[in-house]
């Protein structure tokens, strides 16, 4: 058997063909390498699916945050309805309570008005005892003009007036005027004032019988004296009509006069006519006064010869 002969190993030849798979190769080496370049270029990608989704999930974010916002905003809404339903409440049940004191303080002062005229009037009684003569006098104008330091009065006495005294006013404030001064006897000498202001007859007198009642209630053992209201002259030339009106005249006083005698007997308290002793043909003496309606120092001395005979006898 024939035994054949090796030749010698010798690196193959390229072919034609090898070399083009080669380029092949080549080729998509480089052209993956191209897209990579591309792929990491951002300027040369196709983003708007992206955009596209960006915007509508934008859409939705503002979508809740607006929803949010109302959320919120209606959460804070009712609160400050809430607040402000509670304010209005408690404002609304602060001006009822006010409202109330109003009216119990209001209440309270018509109810202090009323006590205080009745309660001037009722004092706690002092005990009948020997007790120094204490003459009260106690009146108006014509009394306040009254100047018993031009006298030799030998006796302790207290004027207590008003110019615009009222029967209703003393009547309402018993205890100013004479429960708190202690008096064994007390002169009174009012009611012009009262016509003055328009007050009936009727009235005066009413007024009269509650304050002689309460001093024998309060104070028993005074001796009570009343006064009669001194008589006017219009014919004087400086007649004031600011203190006396002109429809009051000498005949309304007159019939004061008779209507407080009457009373006076009634209430069996003593009753002094001091409209005699200083009139002249039904009206005050000229040689009394000086303006009509005022006493002057002779018509006081006419009036302290009448007063004298009961603080003597006393």
């Known amino acids: 058997m024939a035994v054949r002969s090796r030749k010698p190993y010798s690196t193959p030849k390229r072919t034609t063909r090898n070399k083009k798979i080669d380029n092949k190769k080549l080729d998509v080496t480089t052209r993956i390498r191209v897209d990579e370049i591309r792929l990491n270029d951002s300027d ?90 204490n003459f009260l006098f106690v009146g108006d104008f014509g009394t306040e003009e009254f100047n018993f330091d031009n006298y030799d009065l030998d006796y302790h006495y207290v004027k207590k007036t008003d110019k615009k005294l009222t029967t209703e006013k003393l009547n309402n404030d018993l205890n100013n005027y004479i429960y708190k001064y202690n008096p064994s006897i007390v002169f009174l000498q009012v009611g012009i004032i009262d016509l003055d202001v328009d007050k009936s007859i009727d009235e005066i007198i009413d007024n009269y019988g509650k304050i002689i009642d309460s001093i024998k209630e309060n104070r028993s053992y005074a001796e009570i004296y009343i006064e009669s209201l001194y008589p006017i002259n219009r014919d004087i030339e400086d007649f004031d009509h600011e203190i006396i009106k002109s429809d009051i005249d000498n005949d309304d006083i007159k019939k004061l006069n008779s209507r407080l005698k009457t009373l006076a007997e009634e209430k069996k308290v003593k009753y002094i006519d001091l409209f005699s002793a200083l009139e002249n043909k039904g009206k005050l003496d000229e040689i009394y006064t000086d303006n009509g309606y005022l006493l002057n120092d002779d018509g006081y001395k006419q009036v302290y010869k009448y007063i004298i005979k009961y603080t003597k006898d006393n």
């Open 44 to 133: 040369s990608l196709d983003t708007s699916f992206l955009e596209g989704r960006v915007e509508r999930q934008s859409r939705n974010n503002t979508k809740k945050v607006a929803e949010k916002i109302l959320k919120d905003n209606s959460d804070r809404i009712r609160k400050l309805k809430v607040i402000k339903r509670l304010f209005f409440t408690i404002a609304l049940v602060m001006c009822i309570i006010l409202l109330i004191i109003l009216l119990v303080n209001f209440v309270k002062e018509i109810d202090f008005s009323k006590n205080n005229k009745t309660s001037n009037n009722v004092v706690q009684k002092t005990e009948e005892k020997e007790i120094d003569n």
